[in-house]
């Protein structure tokens, strides 16, 4: 038992072997219509279990910045406003206050907790990150994509402790002891041994009562993160992993289940309060959770999904036909979903009728509650020591330069980043670069214009320009036929990118047309594709500047895998800290770019 365990009492224990938490929604249990039956057995015949559940914190334990830091929210004359949210101080006292006055309540959450993280916790390998984790009393989460950055050995010592087998530990005296909670990895292997790399599912429990958890990660994680970080593991179907070892638990007694899933859909409305079953079960939700839902055997009763950064609270129907919970809290910790099981003691299962009083809903995690004091004085410990470099200016802007804020494929950030990417590898010697392409996934944030700390407006401090580019990709520049370059561009919209486009960011010079009218690769008008005004020659080779995720192949880009004479250049981060300061003064701040360097038909 662990410490935290330890602390929050002998009666709440988990048994080794179950898995991760997964979110119920607004409906009650299982394929088990039990509802009147335990009404006639008394009062004690059923407890409800709060569920409390996010997902992709991705280390933000300070209130995130610019549009990565507000929720949309329906206001009851049917108008949307952003409503500012998030900050670990802020989530510990929301949660706290919402185990107030629930004998059993657990908290789970569907995976990327860290990777991708801002300065001061991806500076110390996502360090802080896990150990507020482990004070917001998380019980449970599943593997996403994003744990994998660092590959198996360094995810290993995220879960079991010990420092950092290069840069040792970072404060005299203290030794990382890891996350007291679990991390699920069901449909994670050793390609060797074919064996789970860390725990397939677990067991909470509390005063007789027994909820199991699976968790798993997208069976496509070896897509979105570099070969390095999945090297020797295999992703194997999320669906088949979860019925395996849902079987697995009930035969072990275990009636009760959740799954946490690191995939996720695309709710109908951007609103964190809008009725996802406006229409009926599974109306208002598309996306990857809702084959996979469709799927999962109903002896599954919530799922906790993730990775889409999305918010809904929706019902989608079991393959019996029963609607069941399906739950997403966002990202970066702007919300949490709060969610009411109904447990049967006589059947040790999850009542899954609509009776009145059950539900889940999503809640934001505002800025106007207390601020948790362990976590301020956590996250000033950890910020002494990343101020000297996180604090030092890089450059100044005239307004926000929106990224992953953007509501166009094409985003200002894009333009900036690309272009810095373009200006460093350009030189002959550093690689000839003519064009530059970058994935829109790896724009972590926006570049705000209003001031994160004590730097002032305008200002970009290091730590903001680790925030947007955080991975640290070295740049790669190849040879690519304009054949290959348009075959690329079309893979933005055809094969695994079809039913979600991933539109690549484009430097100065290259320009396009995109045709959202027509189907497949065809969107991608290959006439229009142009650099410097001049049509892309198919035949003739053109020298691309790329990450080294893309140039792997990474996001369904298998073309960019045929580049040849690759050079290593610089980081992705230091083309573009090199770039705001050749570009921008206190005086001269960088306008944000208008992003028309491709056309949209729609």
């Given at each position: 038992?662990?410490?935290?365990?330890?602390?929050?009492?002998?009666?709440?224990r988990?048994a080794?072997?179950v898995?991760?938490?997964?979110?119920?929604?607004g409906?009650?249990?299982?394929?088990?219509?039990?509802?009147?039956?335990?009404?006639?057995?008394?009062?004690?015949?059923?407890?409800?279990v709060?569920?409390?559940?996010?997902?992709?914190?991705?280390?933000?334990?300070?209130?995130?910045?610019?549009?990565?830091?507000?929720?949309?929210?329906?206001?009851?004359?049917?108008?949307?406003?952003?409503?500012?949210?998030g900050?670990?101080?802020?989530?510990a006292?929301?949660?706290?206050?919402?185990?107030?006055?629930?004998?059993y309540?657990?908290?789970?959450?569907?995976?990327?907790?860290?990777?991708?993280?801002?300065?001061?916790?991806?500076?110390?390998?996502?360090?802080p990150?896990?150990?507020?984790?482990?004070?917001?009393?998380?019980?449970?989460?599943s593997?996403?994509?994003?744990?994998?950055?660092?590959?198996r050995?360094?995810?290993?010592?995220v879960?079991?402790?010990?420092?950092?087998?290069?840069?040792?530990?970072?404060?005299?005296?203290?030794?990382?002891?890891?996350?007291?909670?679990?991390y699920?990895?069901?449909?994670?292997?050793?390609?060797?041994?074919?064996?789970?790399?860390?725990?397939?599912?677990?067991?909470?429990?509390?005063?007789?009562?027994?909820?199991?958890?699976?968790?798993?990660?997208?069976?496509?994680?070896?897509?979105?993160?570099?070969?390095?970080?999945?090297?020797?593991?295999?992703?194997?179907d999320?669906?088949?992993?979860i019925?395996?070892?849902?079987k697995e638990?009930?035969?072990?007694?275990?009636?009760?289940?959740?799954?946490?899933?690191?995939?996720?859909?695309?709710?109908?409305?951007?609103?964190?309060?809008?009725?996802c079953?406006?229409?009926?079960?599974?109306?208002?939700?598309?996306?990857?959770?809702?084959?996979?839902?469709?799927?999962?055997?109903?002896?599954?009763?919530?799922?906790?999904?993730?990775?889409?950064?999305?918010?809904?609270?929706?019902?989608?129907?079991?393959p019996?036909?029963?609607?069941?919970?399906?739950?997403s809290?966002?990202?970066?910790?702007?919300l949490?979903?709060?969610?009411?099981?109904?447990?049967?003691?006589?059947?040790?299962?999850?009542?899954r009728?609509?009776?009145?009083?059950?539900?889940?809903?999503?809640?934001?995690?505002d800025?106007?509650?207390?601020k948790?004091?362990?976590?301020?004085?956590?996250?000033?410990?950890?910020?002494?020591?990343?101020t000297?470099?996180?604090?030092?200016?890089?450059?100044?802007?005239?307004g926000?330069?929106?990224?992953?804020?953007?509501?166009?494929?094409?985003?200002?950030?894009?333009?900036?980043?690309?272009?810095?990417?373009?200006?460093?590898?350009a030189?002959?010697?550093k690689?000839?670069?003519?064009?530059?392409?970058?994935?829109?996934?790896?724009?972590?944030?926006?570049?705000?214009?209003?001031?994160?700390?004590?730097?002032?407006?305008?200002?970009v401090?290091?730590?903001e320009?680790?925030?947007?580019?955080?991975?640290?990709?070295?740049?790669?520049?190849?040879?690519?036929?304009?054949?290959?370059?348009?075959?690329?561009?079309?893979?933005?919209?055809?094969?695994?990118?079809?039913?979600?486009p991933?539109?690549?960011?484009?430097?100065?010079?290259l320009?396009?047309?995109?045709?959202?009218?027509?189907?497949?690769?065809?969107?991608?008008?290959?006439?229009?594709?142009?650099?410097?005004?001049e049509?892309i020659?198919?035949?003739?080779?053109?020298?691309?500047?790329?990450?080294?995720?893309?140039?792997?192949g990474?996001?369904?880009?298998?073309?960019?895998?045929?580049?040849?004479?690759?050079?290593?250049?610089?980081?992705?981060?230091?083309?573009?800290?090199?770039y705001?300061?050749?570009?921008?003064?206190?005086?001269?701040?960088?306008d944000?770019?208008?992003?028309?360097?491709i056309?949209?038909?729609?």
């Amino acid at each position: 038992m662990s410490a935290r365990l330890g602390r929050r009492g002998a009666a709440r224990r988990w048994a080794t072997g179950v898995a991760v938490l997964a979110a119920a929604a607004g409906v009650l249990s299982a394929a088990n219509p039990a509802g009147a039956d335990a009404q006639r057995h008394g009062p004690d015949r059923t407890v409800d279990v709060q569920l409390l559940s996010f997902n992709d914190l991705h280390g933000n334990l300070e209130p995130p910045q610019g549009s990565s830091g507000t929720v949309t929210e329906t206001q009851p004359d049917g108008t949307t406003k952003a409503v500012p949210a998030g900050g670990a101080e802020y989530l510990a006292t929301a949660l706290r206050q919402a185990r107030k006055g629930h004998a059993y309540s657990v908290t789970a959450a569907a995976g990327d907790m860290i990777g991708a993280s801002p300065l001061m916790s991806g500076l110390f390998h996502d360090e802080p990150t896990i150990e507020a984790l482990n004070k917001l009393d998380l019980d449970v989460t599943s593997v996403g994509n994003h744990e994998f950055d660092e590959g198996r050995a360094e995810l290993t010592r995220v879960q079991n402790g010990g420092c950092h087998p290069k840069e040792g530990c970072y404060e005299k005296g203290r030794t990382f002891r890891g996350a007291d909670f679990p991390y699920l990895a069901a449909n994670v292997t050793d390609e060797k041994t074919g064996k789970p790399i860390l725990q397939p599912y677990t067991v909470w429990r509390h005063k007789g009562v027994k909820v199991g958890f699976i968790g798993v990660t997208l069976e496509g994680t070896p897509d979105v993160v570099t070969a390095e970080g999945v090297k020797g593991l295999k992703f194997h179907d999320e669906v088949e992993t979860i019925n395996k070892y849902a079987k697995e638990l009930q035969r072990k007694g275990v009636k009760s289940i959740v799954a946490l899933i690191h995939e996720g859909g695309l709710p109908a409305s951007a609103a964190y309060n809008d009725d996802c079953d406006n229409g009926g079960a599974g109306k208002g939700i598309s996306g990857p959770i809702v084959d996979i839902a469709e799927h999962v055997t109903p002896k599954v009763d919530a799922l906790v999904t993730g990775h889409t950064h999305q918010a809904y609270a929706c019902t989608i129907p079991d393959p019996s036909g029963t609607p069941r919970t399906v739950t997403s809290a966002a990202s970066f910790g702007r919300l949490y979903t709060d969610t009411t099981l109904t447990y049967d003691r006589r059947t040790n299962d999850i009542v899954r009728t609509t009776v009145k009083g059950a539900h889940a809903a999503n809640h934001v995690v505002d800025r106007d509650r207390p601020k948790a004091a362990d976590m301020t004085s956590l996250i000033g410990r950890w910020n002494k020591l990343a101020t000297p470099v996180a604090s030092k200016p890089v450059g100044y802007v005239s307004g926000d330069i929106n990224g992953r804020g953007a509501s166009t494929y094409e985003s200002p950030l894009g333009d900036v980043i690309t272009d810095s990417q373009l200006e460093a590898l350009a030189p002959d010697g550093k690689g000839g670069a003519q064009i530059a392409l970058m994935n829109p996934g790896g724009i972590r944030s926006d570049l705000a214009y209003k001031a994160s700390g004590g730097e002032g407006d305008g200002v970009v401090t290091y730590g903001e320009a680790f925030t947007v580019q955080p991975f640290t990709n070295m740049m790669n520049v190849v040879d690519l036929t304009g054949a290959q370059l348009i075959t690329a561009l079309q893979q933005q919209v055809s094969g695994s990118n079809e039913a979600s486009p991933r539109i690549l960011q484009v430097s100065r010079g290259l320009t396009y047309t995109l045709d959202l009218t027509k189907s497949g690769k065809d969107r991608v008008i290959t006439g229009t594709v142009k650099l410097n005004g001049e049509p892309i020659d198919p035949a003739k080779t053109y020298r691309v500047a790329m990450n080294e995720f893309l140039a792997g192949g990474g996001d369904g880009f298998s073309a960019f895998k045929d580049g040849k004479n690759k050079l290593v250049g610089a980081s992705d981060l230091e083309a573009l800290t090199a770039y705001l300061g050749a570009h921008s003064s206190a005086s001269a701040p960088l306008d944000p770019p208008k992003a028309d360097r491709i056309t949209i038909v729609k």
